[in-house]
């Protein structure tokens, strides 16, 4: 488990077992004897059932059928058995591969999904990776996985923008995701750095960064741009150079063990995104002071962000409006302190301990319904 879904699963999951008393199980169906990526607390437990779906990515398209027909039978049977045996109160679902048959398992509990993607971009392609059987596909998939939400007692997304997206469904609530760290401290703001951090694929917009630091840069000499996250860098690289973006103040990182630290060497966060889910990194850069300059993609900023406040939200896309806010907010000091001491405010309702209350009062909710 190494990705954002799964580190807020574990930081949920240990304060429920921790703070709360709850027993916790987490069940899984992948990687077997492999060590968790993220701290687990002792008192939550850990099903493997063992499906290994990721076998799914080395068979040919038609073998790819069959595989998965078998190991969904295999997921369905051993699922049952473990949820028979343990009786749970409440059943979360992350919205993968049991949704198809979850609300068909008589165990008693409560049954709830949960999406960390906005709709409009669930089960999205990359850019280029698109075409009429997918298109098709992806609509009937939709039409599926709508008739299968409106049979659980709750389903749960993050942001008040994609609730709206579920017109179909009247069990839907929103919970946002819990900041995953508390700073030691924050930035000073004395850094002349601009920092952005994600995957380096379609979806973070870097591209739509880059072309708005070329207008830009030579305005703001003193300034450096600093992008960290995984993945491929050589699309980004040859853009750098096509747009001839001074080299020596922008940098293309990987991954850092301490993004923390980033955050406090910094004076200013871009979040250039075309879709989220909800925008973590936004809610981690503010706790840091950072005050912010965002695209207004669904879904996420809108719901972190308070324009003019604690930061900017531009026209989904618009280039020449992002270079602008990055500029102008470059170019003040002490809008940039006051953006920060309101960011600091303003995050605190994103606290484990908030998060955490309202996922209890959700719960008590669902098992007192008498059926």
């Known amino acids: 488990m190494a990705g954002g879904v799964e580190r807020v699963l574990t930081l949920k999951a240990n304060y429920f077992a921790e703070h ?5 199980t987490i069940v899984l169906t992948e990687g077997k004897d492999k060590p968790l990526f993220y701290p687990l607390s002792d008192q939550v437990k850990i099903v493997n059932l063992d499906i290994n779906f ?7 398209f038609v073998r790819k059928v069959f595989v998965y027909l078998k190991k969904q039978r295999i997921f369905k049977k051993r699922l049952t058995a ?22 068909n398992i008589n165990d008693g509990s409560r049954k709830l999904g949960e999406l960390h993607v906005n709709r409009a971009n669930y089960r999205n392609f990359e850019a280029g990776d698109t075409n009429f059987i997918k298109n098709l596909f992806a609509k009937y998939w939709m039409k599926s996985l709508v008739s299968r939400l409106k049979r659980l007692d709750r389903f749960v997304v993050l942001t008040e923008e994609d609730k709206q997206a579920w017109a179909e469904l009247s069990n839907v609530c929103v919970i946002p995701d819990p900041l995953s760290f508390m700073p030691r401290q924050k930035s000073l703001l004395t850094e002349k750095r601009v920092i952005a951090v994600g995957r380096y694929v379609y979806q973070k917009g870097f591209d739509l960064l880059l072309q708005a630091w070329a207008k830009i840069e030579k305005q703001h000499p003193d300034w450096n741009l600093a992008i960290y996250g995984d993945g491929n860098r050589t699309s980004y690289e040859q853009l750098i150079k096509t747009l001839g973006i001074d080299t020596t103040r922008c940098h293309l990182n990987g991954r850092t063990q301490n993004i923390e630290l980033e955050y406090q060497k910094s004076s200013l966060f871009v979040f250039s995104s ?29 719901d972190i962000v308070r324009n003019g406040e604690d930061g900017f939200l531009i026209e989904n896309g618009n280039v020449e409006a992002l270079a602008e806010a990055m500029s102008n907010m470059m170019s003040d000091r002490e809008m940039r302190v006051t953006f920060s001491n309101q960011a600091l405010k303003n995050v605190q309702r994103f606290q484990i301990e908030h998060i955490a209350e309202t996922w209890k009062e959700l719960f008590n909710e669902v098992i007192s319904v008498v059926v």
């Open 274 to 302: 075309r879709f989220e889910g909800f925008g973590m990194v936004l809610v981690e850069a503010m706790a840091c002071g950072l005050p912010v300059v965002s695209f207004a993609c669904p879904c996420g900023p809108k």
């Open 54 to 60: 990721e076998k799914l990515w080395t068979c040919s």
């Open 20 to 24: 709360f008393g709850y027993d916790v």
């Open 82 to 103: 473990l949820l028979m045996t343990l009786r749970p109160d409440i059943t979360i679902s992350l919205l993968r591969r049991e949704i198809n048959f979850l609300s």
